[in-house]
């Protein structure tokens, strides 16, 4: 009867180290994602309050790097940058955003 575990034992710890489980359990770090899109910024009161970036297809955008003479509730712009992988902020308005380019519209 040992024998019958050990070797149930044994088939499962083979599946799990074989080399298609390992694959798809593995964490992988994402490639950023480059974007670029027309967006309305925005104050946001909370945590303080900061300035987001609402896109024209409505998505939100929580900027870390937004230059300070951009920051002016209701300003049209247009915007080319990456989302942060793997980002969190601790306001969880919008997507974290590095801005590599900004201009009004």
Do not use: K
């Amino acid at each position: 009867m040992h024998r019958l575990w050990l070797g149930l034992f044994m088939v499962l710890l083979a599946a799990c180290t074989h080399p298609a489980a390992a694959g798809s359990s593995r964490s992988e770090t994402p490639a950023a994602t480059r974007l670029e899109f027309s967006a309305q910024v925005v104050w946001v009161g909370v945590e303080g309050g900061f300035c987001g970036l609402i896109a024209a297809d409505g998505r939100r955008f929580e900027p870390v790097n937004l230059p300070a003479d951009f920051c002016r509730d209701g300003l049209p712009v247009r915007v080319s940058g990456t989302l942060v992988p793997g980002g969190v902020t601790m306001c969880m308005w919008g997507r974290p955003l590095r801005i590599e380019s900004i201009r009004r519209r």
